[in-house]
């Protein structure tokens, strides 16, 4: 049996490593992706506390590591992306159910926002106690 060949050549579309620059859709897009970096910084943080509780040292290795203005600024980023990302969510989220429970985007959107913050409430005045 011989095997069918075309002669033509193949279409194969260009695909630039900076696809993504030419619609600010995708630019977006990518940011959106990108807050999963300073996800990890925070996660990061968060175990050298664990390890910091483990060895007895929280108090005067990982409060201090806290104090430090590079860390304090990399914690507001992490929590500037944190906030882009929930916002983004939310969208997304309101869209998509809005499609299968009958209720409008905007009021599932408004709905989980005003979740996000009391529970973001809660979580500040169990912090202080």
């Known amino acids: 049996m011989s095997e069918l060949t075309s002669k033509r050549k193949?279409?194969?579309r260009e695909m630039t490593p900076t696809w993504w620059k030419s619609w600010d859709f995708y630019k977006f897009y990518m940011v959106r992706e990108?807050?999963?970096l300073p996800t990890v910084w925070f996660c990061l943080v968060l175990l050298k506390g664990v390890?910091?509780?483990?060895a007895d040292t929280f108090a005067t290795d990982f409060v201090g590591f806290l104090q430090n203005p590079i860390v304090v600024?990399?914690?507001?980023?992490?929590?500037?992306?944190?906030?882009l990302h929930?916002?983004?969510?939310?969208?997304?989220?309101?869209?998509v159910m809005s499609g299968t429970t009958g209720l409008?985007?905007?009021v599932i959107q408004k709905a989980l926002q005003g979740l996000f913050v009391v529970v973001s409430i809660l979580g500040l005045i169990l912090?202080?106690?």
């Open 73 to 83: 600024i990399l914690n507001l980023i992490s929590l500037a992306a944190l906030l």
């Open 86 to 95: 929930a916002h983004t969510l939310f969208q997304m989220t309101g869209e």
């Open 34 to 36: 990108a807050t999963a």
């Open 127 to 129: 912090a202080f106690i």
């Open 51 to 54: 390890f910091a509780l483990g």
């Open 10 to 12: 193949k279409y194969v």
């Open 104 to 106: 409008k985007a905007d």
